[in-house]
């Protein structure tokens, strides 16, 4: 008996882990792909808007979809959360704040993307998105907006080009720091293979930030918020939104009329 309790332990103790490291990659993105007559039928919908396309390192095609902007305005690249298909983006990109550009960006796996999602794929095609942005889109001013996961690839971005802004819904200080709250009996920090460690780029970023944050967030619990918060070294704003959920900030009454003044005026 006492032999069998002692496999059954060491199983828990090496199983688990193991197990939580191989399929953690199905834990943290949930890709959804959309088939060309599918986004056909959302390019009907949406006249306004086209796909546009950047090739990967390994020559995958990636997608965006782009909703040209008025002369002289920023543009904003959106990157959004690890189950969000960003097409659904689209209607509140046009109408929100008129004349502003956006690039709303579907990760490898995504939307009409090739390829599979990483921490490393996600933050290598920021940098290509932006450099189409500037390039091919002629942005002169660029924003980011991340929204959960999508919070990483903004901060990542901002940490490594100029932007005039940033706007961060929901945001992690690390994906490090949420995993051990959720899992705090694992060695999350071994085990974990796409940290996404905002926190320790913000305070080298002096673009301006908004920083957006659910009381009833819980999947992404407004402390890790703001400790990202806390460390951005540039100027800033903190948004608490009473009552909001981690995917019902939208809906909330503060959460466009604060982000619309942001993105037209971008300072807090």
Known sequence: MLTSLAALLAFVALGVPLLMYLLQDRLLFFPQPLGAAARAAIGRQFPFAREVFVRGDSGERLQAWYVPGGPRKPLVIYFGGNAEEVSGMLEDAHTRVPGLGWLLVSYRGYGGSEGKPSEAAITADALRWHAYAVEDLGATEVIAFGRSLGSGAAVFLAS?????????????????????????????????????????????????????????????????????????????????????????????????????????????
Do not use: M
């Open 160 to 268: 490594q080009r100029p932007l005039k802004a940033v706007v961060l819904v929901t945001p992690f200080d690390s994906l490090v720091e949420v995993a051990a709250h959720h899992y705090p009996l694992l060695p999350v920090r071994a085990l974990l293979r796409h940290p996404f460690d905002s926190v320790s780029r913000a305070p080298g970023i002096s673009a301006p930030l908004l920083c957006v944050a659910a009381t009833r967030d819980d999947v992404i619990p407004p402390v890790h918020a703001h400790r990202l918060y806390e460390a951005w070294g540039g100027p800033k704003r903190w948004l608490l939104l009473e009552e909001a959920g981690h995917n019902t900030t939208d809906s909330h009454p503060l959460f466009w009329q604060n982000v619309t003044d942001f993105l037209v005026n971008n300072h807090p």
